[in-house]
């Protein structure tokens, strides 16, 4: 936001400066509604910067004025369009979920959980100040000093201004004036470039202290999160149901798939070789020591911490020689047995080597002693087996895999691994993941690339919003400026009177477009 204060004084034609006070490089003002702070500190420093690589400036600045008008005409169309959906919308015509726009950019990468308030408030301070920067450096540029930069509460609004002799700017061409008008607008957008890049490179930059993308590691687990029993800070996972994983992201997304591919039992049929991944042998003789129940209608109720499992008939392989997804229709019973999940994990899968499998004709490698079970997944639940091992485990130099390879789940050299039934999508969003490891036994360094990728991210989305907001025709605005700079002066077969109605026009018709779609926006997240 830009402020062209009147620091002069008139007599006769000519302007006369204010006389030269002592130097003050901090002053503050305090009302019922309004305090400011106001830093002086900088002015020198900054005017002599932009008069030394001035012509560098004026070029870096000019493209910013293309950028920022181009970001003006479209952020009116968005909330013209807005404001045309929810017309229609209270007219009975438009539906509330058909909008291709939204105002998602306000609120875009927001997260205002407590323990993101703090990342908010910094990157919120970091991209005020390079936007503020960027109005005293291309004023710097131009010749025009800055008087100061304030920060100021307005009720409860937060906000920043860069203040300028307001006599200086009217002497400035048009193009000159519109270069110090865009350059905050122009300053973000770059920002929004920096914080890419830097996201980007992250991994390269931290290479000589951290691995990225080889497995995530924990680092925070919620007390309130269905496995604070199981995983623990500096934890390190390696697969989700066999499917290995190697970072934050792909844990998120290979759960969501998880969990669309969650169907209820069917009984009467047997499992095709994809859904035998999660069906195991299990001798006779757990079985007949399990408890039996009935299963009616998908419900099924086993006692305590047991889990109920359903025979399924294992698909004849000399079936699929077409490529086809035959089955076996051979019945199996309704009978469900109630097992321990921990000793279940422990036994081999029924379709773990599908190449010994179709050896043997059979879409199983159980023997005659035992039989193929699969657990019983109601919908919304979740069946998967995480595995994962301890980062102390794997820096005292233990193998990852025991001598036994064919072993499955327990313990497994580092490795180990334990069932998690329930909502998958919840359990995913209840631990803090990290793709990167340190190197050194070091783990407070553990952080240190979540902290920077978490600023980065906020960094970006917030400089976003602040130029995406200051592109509205709206008052007290950066759009307000620009506006008015590009219709005074290119539009010169207007009259002067004319100008200023448009202006008037456009940015009472902005402000309380965006003053509507916000009380909108707030009344529905409410509601």
Known sequence: ????????????????????????HFSHTVSCWYCDFKCMAFNELLFR?????????????????????????????????????????YAGIGRSGDSSFGLSFLTAGMNMSPSSMGFLCLSSFVCVMVHEFGHALAAASEGVQMEYIAFFFALVFPGALVAFND???????????????????????????????????????????????ESPMVL??????????????????????????????????????????????????????????KSYCVPHYLIEKSIHV??????????????????????????????????????????IHCLNAKDVIKLRKCAHDPVQASNNNSGCLCSEDESCLMPVQMPGLGW?????????????????????????GGERGCLQTFVFVGDLISMAQSIHLTSYQPRLSMYFIAYLPDLLERFFTCSFHVSMVLALLNSLPVFFLDGESILEATLLHYFGFL?????????????????????FLILRTIFVSVS
């Open 384 to 408: 998967v087996e995480i595995t994962y091992s301890r980062l102390e485990c794997l820096n005292h130099g233990r193998s990852l895999f025991s001598e036994n390879q064919h072993a499955i």
């Open 495 to 515: 009259s002067s009177r004319m100008k200023q109605s448009i202006v008037r026009c456009c940015l009472y018709g902005g402000t309380v477009i965006c003053a």
């Open 167 to 213: 006599a200086s700017l009217q002497l400035l061409p048009g193009l000159a004036s519109l270069r110090i008008y865009c350059a905050g607008i122009w300053h973000n957008a770059a920002f929004c470039g920096v914080c890419t890049l830097a996201l980007f490179l992250l991994p390269l930059i931290l290479s000589p202290l951290y691995i990225h993308g």
């Open 49 to 89: 910067l932009g008069r030394r690589h001035s012509r560098i400036l004026r070029v870096w600045f000019s493209i910013g004025i293309g950028f920022s008008l181009a970001a003006l005409i479209g952020a009116t169309v968005i909330i013209l369009c807005e404001m045309a959906k929810a017309t229609l919308l």
């Open 294 to 335: 009935p299963f009616t209608g998908y419900e099924t109720y086993c006692p305590n911490e047991l889990f109920a499992f359903a025979p399924i008939t294992c698909p004849d392989m000399s079936k699929y020689g077409d490529g086809g997804n035959k089955t076996n229709h051979q019945e199996s019973g309704e009978t």
């Open 1 to 24: 936001m830009m402020d062209g204060r009147r620091g002069g004084r008139r007599r006769g034609d000519q302007t006369l400066l204010p006389l030269r006070r002592p130097a003050r």
């Open 220 to 277: 925070d687990v919620h007390s309130m999160s269905p496995l604070s029993g199981y995983l623990s800070p500096y934890d390190v996972i390696h697969s989700l149901d066999e499917f290995r994983v190697y970072t934050a992201e792909e844990w998120k997304q290979k759960l969501t798939v998880l969990t669309k591919q969650t169907p209820p039992l069917s009984f009467g049929q047997s499992s095709g070789i994809a859904n035998m991944r």
